[in-house]
């Protein structure tokens, strides 16, 4: 097979990892930052090092950018607060998100916002100005290649998508990683053939699930941070297989005890942290800043499967941990596979 190569786009300074990644083989590039303070508790930016000039966009320069464009959101309670703080954006006085409802609740409040349905799926729609309109569809899972259906594609007739994937798809709905990852790089490519040639293409990468503020004993035994690992990996390889894809990655600015206080489960943040994530996917669909990076990637390997290096004794550890827990017995597939990957010498 003669070598072919996708272009691969991410911007440095969200593309990181931790410090000691578990998985030994999955490149990575390592970016660390600091919190800036705004005027106000809840405006606030955090400063990468390899991209110091980077700052929020103001409302006025998203609407520029963002001009006659449709834009779909397909995601879970993440990506769900992420468009509440993107309509927030032109709407400040709007309250903060507070529970699962506020999609509903934001009816009669925000302006130019409502309810619809393509092809039967519902979805809400908020028109952002200047032409410009941002549908959110919500589903517990996003990468089944039937709920991102031809329908909704067509007929959104979509010049951009953002999507991202439930945190229960780890290990759990495909009953395994290879699964997971299979299924995001054909979900990727599905999306991708149906928007315009110089259409974006967003995956919210997983953040950082501090599994110490789990509310569930399934969020705190199956997001053991080798999967999260794992999950990232995946991600970095199903973008670089998918052309076209921008891979936004915080887990830089959502790994650290800053982050803990905004956080009440360990999973969702409040809106100063969200609204940091907004403005990072804001900046994936409006590439302006000379800190974007384009990178050229092999797809040699994506013929192959999917197998990062995994330390055999650190994939022991993890399974071991979900042995004898019944939460764990949903996800203990994605822990046996971990060990089936381990080596002796990463």
């Known amino acids: 097979m003669s070598a072919v190569f996708a ?4 911007v440095t300074a969200l593309f990181v990892a931790h410090a000691e990644p578990s998985i030994a083989s999955c490149p990575v ?11 106000t508790s809840n405006d606030l930016w955090w ?3 390899t991209c110091p000039d980077l700052q929020p966009l103001s409302a006025v320069k998203a609407s520029r950018c963002l001009r006659n464009r449709r834009i779909a959101f397909f995601g879970d309670s993440i990506l769900r607060n992420i468009f509440h703080e993107f309509i927030r954006l032109r709407q400040p006085e709007l309250p ?3 529970g699962s409802g506020q999609l ?3 009816r009669g409040m925000a302006k130019n916002y409502g309810r619809h349905k393509i092809g039967g799926h519902p979805y809400y729609q908020y028109k952002f100005g200047g032409g410009t309109v941002v549908d959110i569809y919500y589903f517990h899972n996003t990468l089944l290649v039937e709920t991102m259906s031809p329908r909704i594609l067509k007929g959104g007739r979509y010049s951009d998508v953002v999507v991202s994937n439930a945190l229960w798809d780890m290990g759990i709905t495909f009953r395994g990683l290879s699964n997971y990852t299979n299924a995001l790089t054909l979900n990727l490519k599905t999306i991708r053939s149906s928007l ?3 259409g974006k293409l967003v995956l919210l990468g997983l953040h950082y699930v501090n599994t110490s503020l789990c509310t569930t004993d399934v969020c705190r035994v199956c997001n053991h941070e080798v999967i999260q690992d794992y999950i990232r990996c995946a991600q ?6 998918a052309p076209g894809v921008t891979l936004v990655n915080t887990v830089q600015f959502t790994k650290n005890s800053r982050a803990a206080n905004w956080s009440p489960d360990g999973t969702h943040f409040d809106s100063a942290l969200t609204k940091v994530q907004m403005q990072y996917v804001l900046h994936a669909l409006c590439p302006e800043h000379s800190c974007e990076k384009h990178s050229e990637r092999n797809k040699d390997k994506c013929d192959a499967e999917f197998s990062p290096k995994i330390a055999k004794e650190t994939a022991l550890d993890a399974r071991d941990k979900v042995v004898d ?14 060990v089936f990957m381990g080596v002796k010498d990463t």
Not at 7 to 10: I, L, N, T
Not at 29 to 39: E, F, L, M
Not at 236 to 241: K, L
Request: proline share 4%; glycine share 8%.
């Open 29 to 39: 590039v390592q970016s660390n930052g600091s919190w800036v303070d705004g005027a």
């Open 236 to 241: 970095q390889y199903s973008a670089s297989c």
């Open 96 to 98: 903060a998100q507070s």
């Open 196 to 198: 315009p040639e110089h």
């Open 7 to 10: 272009r691969f786009v991410f």
């Open 47 to 49: 400063k990468p090092e």
């Open 104 to 106: 509903r609740t934001l």
């Open 325 to 338: 827990s019944a939460a764990g017995l949903g996800c203990f597939t994605a822990f046996e596979e971990l």
